[in-house]
């Protein structure tokens, strides 16, 4: 799907509530706390992506599974 990509980039760099870079990671800067964002529209459906903002915890990611609960704030507040 298309996007705007300066915006996104905004979002994840400065957002001072979504804190994106705080827990992850893109082209290698950011935090490894959560996955990794490089290439995930690659691996996951538009679907699991809106999904995994909204309802955070509703599908941990693989990798991520100890976690009975999402640390991730669900974006739709």
Known sequence: AAGDVKRGEEIFWKHPV???V???MVK???SAIGP???GLATRATSAYIRESLLEPSKAI???YEQFKISPMPPMAD
Do not use: I, Q, V
Request: net charge positive; proline share 0%.
């Open 28 to 30: 290698g800067k950011g």
């Open 22 to 24: 705080n827990c992850h």
């Open 61 to 63: 990611a693989k990798g």
């Open 36 to 38: 990794a964002l490089d």
């Open 18 to 20: 979504a804190g994106c």
